[in-house]
């Protein structure tokens, strides 16, 4: 039966990817197979060295798989030049890692609009004010990322991720450097765009917690994915 590409935002198939490290071939991926369906929030977990980001980095387009494809809606990323590559990822994969990547130089508003400014598209103003209501930011919006706190420079990565209103954002360890109720905050705010837009959130972590907040749980043990559970999602 033919696979239906529109209902998945990302789709891996029997995606490999090896290292080499000394001598030896270390193996990160061992033939993934995972779909993420459009609307949903995933969370991906396991032990260290499970593989865990490396299949997020090789989802996002971040790093080229051994073997086996990976497909952004209907693109299969293989298929792709470097160029058309680095333009897919900044068109329609939004990011947000632990450590915010922000620019310091920037205002809150210009790291939010960044993605629309690097690709010569001009920011839809409804939907960015939108964006950053949702995150809570328009006090903060003539602040420099030095003057904010964790949580809210969090927040701003967020709101940049979806200036673009992407097919996915892929997410790693967003918590990993807050306190457990600015945690809970940021857990609440990407829940929310999964309900209220509609967006696919792909999630690391080695977090329960941060786990519950998502709709499935995918578990990873050396470089294979091991258990698919539905969760019932924090509200």
């Known amino acids: ?3 239906d590409q ?3 935002a990302v789709r891996v198939e029997q995606l490999v990817r090896t290292y080499r490290s ?5 193996t990160a991926l061992a033939g993934v197979d995972a ?4 609307g949903t929030f995933t969370a991906v977990m396991g032990p260290s060295g499970s593989g865990k980001s490396t299949l997020l980095q090789t989802a996002a387009g971040l790093d080229r798989p051994t073997s086996g494809r990976v497909w952004i809606s209907d693109i299969e990323l293989s298929r792709l030049s470097e160029t058309k590559l680095t333009k897919l990822r900044r068109d329609r994969i939004g990011f947000v890692f632990q450590t915010y990547n922000l620019v310091g130089a920037l205002t809150v508003r210009e790291n939010i609009e960044l993605p629309l400014r690097l690709s010569g598209a ?5 939907w960015l004010d939108e964006v950053i209501d949702r995150v809570g930011l328009r006090p903060r919006l003539g602040h420099r990322p030095s003057e904010l706190s964790g949580g809210q420079q969090q927040r701003v990565a967020i709101a940049r991720a979806l200036a673009t209103r992407p097919d996915v954002i892929f997410s790693d360890e967003p918590t990993g450097a ?4 600015t945690a809970a905050e940021v857990l609440s705010l990407l829940r929310s765009v999964v309900d209220a837009y509609g967006q696919t959130v792909v999630m690391v972590t080695h977090d ?6 998502a709709d499935r749980k995918l578990t990873m043990t050396d470089g294979q994915v091991v258990a698919d559970q539905a969760l019932l999602a924090v509200s």
């Open 208 to 213: 329960p917690v941060a786990a519950s907040y």
């Open 178 to 181: 807050l306190d457990s109720h």
């Open 1 to 3: 039966m033919p696979i």
């Open 22 to 26: 000394g001598r030896d071939t270390v």
């Open 35 to 38: 779909g993420f369906v459009r």
């Open 122 to 126: 001009r920011p839809g103003q409804d």
């Open 6 to 8: 529109q209902k998945y």
